[in-house]
């Protein structure tokens, strides 16, 4: 296992700079998301640890030793990529033990770590098959089990489920889940999907434009966003972002369309400019803070996805619980959850939550 450290890391090809002063300390065992948009940099970044891309300033340490100048081979850090890239002519045991093939290690301990990797895996009874004659999920866990082999001090992962369909995607995320339990190392992993991201990490690194936006847990970057990016980009479906068209002393906000909100778990509303609500924080009343005009309704089953017309407003959404009868032209109240509420100013930074218990 490692620490890993990135110390005002930079990388720029002539004079485009793709990432800028970032910073980061990955600790032992920890599993860390790099989430972002494409073009903005996390793949770069996951290279620049691996020692594929060369690193244009700052440091990048393992555990305390600098390790900029030093070979890809040499960082001791496994890498599980997008693509399989297993050998056609190879059976999975030798896929996955072609490593210490080439490094002449002993027979006899390729075929321990080969056994113990493929257990791990669930992979003991393919062990003699060519990857043509495996499922896309299975070929992701050899890819896997060619890194678990090497007993690295730390995994990277680049996308690795994007090349799976909905269900293997979900069934591959539980098994990278329960690698990490059982290998406890050091892993940074790439998506672009934010639910691999909250479902897997211990801590999310959220970049744009080659800045990291915010570093927290799960729960921090859906409840604490630091500003509207963050807040938009994790979480399903997207926040709902309304104009505020005045604010008043204290807790107290106006919207563009002149309702009037108290919201005490915001007890400085000075600045704001929009006020953001998730859609799962908006129920469906009888009598609300806002009346809205249902335009299209998804029934998912065990959600019902509500999009609608507020005057004045402009278009929100609605996710509620279970199956709610509402029709296309309809007239519907919304209560907006106030202790689940945010407020952004005109750069799109977030407005401090107030550490209070609220009951509405």
Known sequence: MANIELKDVAKRYGSVEVLRNINLEIQDGEFIVLVGPSGCGKSTLLRMIAGLEPITGGDFLIDGERMNDVRPRDRDIAMVFQSYALYPHMDVARNMGFSMEIRKDPIEERASRIQKAATTLGLTELTKRLPKALSGGQRQRVAMGRAIIRDPRAFLFDEPLSNLDAALRVEMRLEIARLHQKLKSTMVYVTHDQVEALTLADRIVVLNGGDIQQIG?????????????????????????????????GTGITLADGTD????????????????????????????????????????????????????????????????????????????????????????????????????
């Not at 847990?217 to 500003?227: G, I």
């Open 261 to 360: 909100l108290t919201l005490p778990h915001l007890p400085n509303t000075q600045g704001a400019v929009e006020l953001g609500i998730r859609p799962e924080h908006v129920d469906v009343v009888d009598i609300g803070d806002l009346v809205g005009i249902v335009d299209v309704v998804e029934h998912l089953g065990s959600d019902t996805n509500i999009y609608l017309k507020v005057d004045g407003l402009g278009p929100m959404m609605v996710r509620m619980h279970g199956n709610i009868r509402v029709r296309s032209g309809e007239q519907v109240g919304l209560r907006v959850q106030r202790e689940n509420a945010h407020l952004f100013t005109s750069d799109g930074t977030a407005l401090e939550h107030a550490k209070v218990d609220l009951a509405i």
């Open 217 to 249: 847990s799960p729960l921090d970057l859906y409840e604490r966003p630091a500003n509207k990016f963050v807040a938009q980009f994790i979480g399903s479906p997207t926040m709902n972002i309304v104009p505020v068209s005045s604010t008043a002393t």
